[in-house]
Nanobody
Framework: QVQLVESGGGLVQPGGSLRLSCAAS????????MGWYRQAPGNSRELVAD??????TNYADPVKGRFTISRDNAKTVYLQMNSLKPEDTAVYYC??????????WGQGTQVTVSP
C-alpha cells in the first residue's frame, strides 16, 4: 500500500555534493518520521538522519554539520549532502515510519565518493 521512490544518488569526488529525494505514495499518515539509513560494504546498516512531522531532526555524528534533512510535506523528504567524504560511500535507503508502526523502505540508491 505504501511505496517509496528514491532519486539523486551518483558518483562524486570528495568535497562534492549530492541531493537525495524520497517520495512516498499510497495511504500516508501525517504523524510520521522519514529519513535515511545507509549500508557500506562490510558494515551494518546505520542511521544517517531523520525528520518527524514537526520538523524535529536527528543526525548521526559522522554527518553533523555536512548533511541537512528537510521535508516540504508529509510525503516528500530531502537529504542535502555537502563536503562528501569517501567514507560516505554506501547504499542509502529511505524509510517512512508511521508512529507506532514498523517502517517501510525505499529501493536504495548508490552514493559513491571517490577521487
Amino acid at each position: 500500500q505504501v511505496q517509496l521512490v528514491e532519486s539523486g544518488g551518483g558518483l562524486v569526488q570528495p568535497g562534492g555534493s549530492l541531493r537525495l529525494s524520497c517520495a512516498a505514495s499510497g495511504i500516508i499518515f501525517s504523524i510520521n518520521t522519514m529519513g535515511w539509513y545507509r549500508q557500506a560494504p562490510g558494515n551494518s546498516r546505520e542511521l544517517v538522519a531523520d525528520i518527524d512531522n514537526n520538523g524535529f531532526t536527528n543526525y548521526a555524528d559522522p554527518v553533523k554539520g555536512r548533511f541537512t534533512i528537510s521535508r516540504d510535506n508529509a510525503k516528500t523528504v530531502y537529504l542535502q549532502m555537502n563536503s562528501l567524504k569517501p567514507e560516505d560511500t554506501a547504499v542509502y535507503y529511505c524509510y517512512y515510519r508511521p508512529t507506532g508502526s514498523s517502517p517501510y523502505w525505499g529501493q536504495g540508491t548508490q552514493v559513491t565518493v571517490s577521487p
